[in-house]
């Protein structure tokens, strides 16, 4: 069965400090992945996306993604977050479907 | 430069009530989705239109969930006789390509339904 994984729901960390925020999939095709971020009371917006090419991916917001498709994985990474990361971010991927989405991952930043 | 809106954003309905749940996405847009995201959890695919064409609807939880999208614009979610397991906030996004797999899909704010 086609599914994605992120390990951690809640993931806390102080203002300027790194995050890694972890994604795994499973499927039998070739997938495209994305990962989308939705603030309260509002729609997901795209983050970034992996079609093809190179399997490091820069998106919005200093936000970038490594593919590793030996590992099935696509985690989503930022150097230094802001309070206003705070949201909740979804992995999601598609292959021979529309889009199958993790459950997510509530970042919390603390100033 | 409108995004993708939905209508109402909120809905409470009592059990057994019909409801309906209106999608206008981006203007020509070709492609459509409906998504029920539960509590705590991710979105779940629901249904999917090329125009006016529903190609997909393998996600329909029961046959009390019915979609349309008859000029291939704006498409409305109708759920009939609801229950408390209805409660969800229902997502409506739009691709302006046919590739239901490859493209960016934009979303709406969402319509969150509690059925008391």
């Known amino acids: 069965a086609q599914s994605v994984t992120q390990l951690d729901s809640q993931v806390p960390v102080f203002e300027e400090a790194p995050v890694e925020l972890r994604c795994n999939y499973s499927s039998s095709v070739s997938v495209y992945l994305f990962w989308y971020v939705q603030y309260p009371n509002q729609g997901l917006q795209l983050l970034l996306k992996y079609l093809s090419g190179s399997t490091l991916v820069k998106g919005i917001n200093g936000f970038e993604a490594e593919f590793n498709k030996s590992q099935t994985s696509f985690h989503l990474r930022k150097p230094s977050v802001h309070i206003s990361d705070t949201a909740e971010y979804f992995c999601a991927f598609s292959g021979n479907t529309p889009l199958v989405f993790g459950k997510g991952t509530r970042l919390s930043v603390i100033a | 430069g409108a995004g993708v809106s939905q209508s109402p954003r909120y809905k409470v309905a009592k059990r057994g009530q019909d409801v309906a749940l209106r999608c206008d996405p981006i203007?020509?847009?070709?492609?459509l989705f409906w998504y029920q995201q539960a509590l705590g959890q991710g979105p779940e695919f629901l249904t999917y239109?090329?125009?006016?064409?529903?190609?997909?609807k393998s996600g329909l939880p029961s046959d009390r969930f019915f979609a349309e999208r008859p000029e291939g614009s704006v498409s409305t979610l109708k759920i009939q006789r609801t229950q408390q397991e209805d409660s969800a906030v229902y997502l409506c996004a739009s691709s302006l390509v046919a590739d239901p797999s490859s493209y960016e899909q934009y979303f709406g704010p969402g319509t969150r339904l509690t059925v008391t």
């Open positions: 239109f090329q125009n006016e064409a529903q190609l997909d």
């Open positions: 203007s020509g847009h070709v492609s």
